[in-house]
């Protein structure tokens, strides 16, 4: 079990906040915790979320998270592949870290770092962000943008800044500039791509034509072309079981686009890896 709190601060806080702005901010909240916690525990994991404490002068917004022990066995592989990085609090905040070197504009390159699963984020400064590439993935596929812009709605009001706390560790500050990059940043010019492992929990295989299949991801459902014909042959032939529930390790192409007012996400499974239950 873990504590997170979102912590704003600002005099001007002390006048309120808007209800609409609050949900906003809570929505995008839960978004942001039940991603990371799935990721890091799998599809199967109990996240109990509580709003403790809003307050007049400052707004704290105060969770529980709580992991059920069937979902630990997920754990040791996410660490592996998320490279230490073990609690919803982390992964959060290397999210935000993402958004603010950004400064709210596509990467103007990325690139993987050689003997290693990392990569090399250039923003349009020409400053370099290194972080491990699939966390970099679930941040594309997932679209953390969308929840960060929500989470920014505070500083509408003024707020000077956003702490994450864990566990009473401070896990970093946020302030009301850096806040001003949580947004979606893929535009009609530039489609943001990425590649990496990820786990996906079965929701329904599509064997005929050529459909999508859904998964869960994180505490979303997407879905995904099957680009991966021998897996997708073996499942045809009954060799290998792919049914509801089942968890596998993927490599997972995810494609995000701007086409008019709307941004467009599609994903597309290059190979199966394997089985994990």
Do not use: C
């Amino acid at each position: 079990m873990s504590t997170l709190i979102f912590e704003y601060e600002g005099n001007a806080l002390a006048r309120g906040i808007e209800a609409s702005e609050l949900r906003q901010v809570i929505d995008g909240y839960n978004r942001l915790v039940m991603d990371a916690a799935h990721l890091l525990n799998g599809d199967k994991a109990g996240v109990s979320f509580r709003i403790k404490t809003i307050k007049s002068n400052s707004l704290d917004i105060e969770t529980v998270v709580e992991i059920a022990a069937s979902a630990q066995a997920t754990l040791p592989l996410a660490l592996q592949m998320f490279d230490g990085i073990k609690t919803t609090g982390e992964m959060i905040k290397t999210w935000l870290d993402i958004q603010k070197h950004l400064r709210g504009e596509s990467p103007r390159s990325v690139q993987s770092v050689r003997d290693g699963n990392a990569v090399k984020i250039e923003n349009n400064n020409g400053q370099i962000l290194i972080v491990n590439g699939n966390v970099y993935g679930a941040f594309n596929t997932l679209d953390v943008g969308q929840s960060a812009q929500k989470i920014a709605a505070p500083f509408k009001r003024q707020a000077e800044n956003l702490t994450i706390k864990e566990d009473r560790r401070i896990l970093g500050t946020f302030t009301a500039d850096d806040a001003a990059a949580f947004k979606r940043f893929a535009s009609s010019a530039y489609a943001l791509e990425t590649k990496g492992e990820v786990l996906l929990t079965v929701k329904s295989p599509i064997l005929e034509g050529d459909g999508l299949w859904r998964f869960r991801y994180g505490s979303s459902t997407i879905v995904a072309r099957m680009n991966d014909n021998d897996f997708k042959q073996q499942v045809e032939n009954g060799n290998q079981t792919f049914r509801h529930g089942d968890i596998f390790r993927v490599e997972l192409h995810s494609r995000q686009e701007k086409v008019g007012r709307r941004v467009k996400t599609s994903h597309a499974i290059l190979k199966v890896i394997g089985k994990i239950s």
